[in-house]
């Protein structure tokens, strides 16, 4: 069953439950779904690796407005952002662990020969490649950071 699917038989389940903060996500997600399919230039079929791509992209949203809300004082608000994400990252791909991002930059850097911060980028390159979908952006970029610097 395709992404789109489990969003359409979700959301009809939240609209038979009468869940209204839940189907509010579901349906953004739908729609950012279906504004990439429509995209000038895009196929009519989503890859997997571009719906985790979305998902990912939305839930970090969430999680930046929730931030900013809690910031401003705005608690209802940066609750509602909260539960958003937590409904969407159902839809992810299980996130690695730390452990297991330590253990794949690790590798990379001896692989590339990184020494430096300098070589940050070169090892970036290949870690979000091979983490794409796995592992947040945010977490691979500081553990690159701590395993060079160190």
Do not use: C, H
């Not at 579901?26 to 196929?43: D, N, P």
């Not at 719906?51 to 809690?70: C, D, H, M, P, Y």
């Amino acid at each position: 069953m395709s992404l789109e699917e489990k969003i359409n038989q979700d959301i009809k389940k939240a609209m038979l439950a009468r869940e209204k903060d839940k189907l509010e996500a579901l349906r953004a997600v739908k729609t950012a779904l279906l504004i990439a399919k429509t995209e000038k230039g895009a196929s009519p079929e989503i890859t997997e690796d571009a719906e985790n791509k979305i998902l990912q992209r939305l839930v970090k949203q969430r999680k930046e407005s929730a931030t900013i809300f809690e910031e401003r004082n705005r608690k209802e608000l940066a609750e509602k952002e909260w539960f958003e994400a937590k409904i969407i990252e159902v839809y992810l791909p299980e996130q690695m662990n730390d452990e297991a991002i330590t253990q794949i930059v690790q590798r990379i850097i001896d692989e590339i020969g990184a020494i430096s911060m300098a070589d940050m980028g070169k090892v970036m390159g290949r870690a979000t490649k091979e983490l794409a979908g796995k592992a947040d952006g945010k977490a691979v970029a500081d553990k690159v950071k701590s395993l060079l610097s160190s």
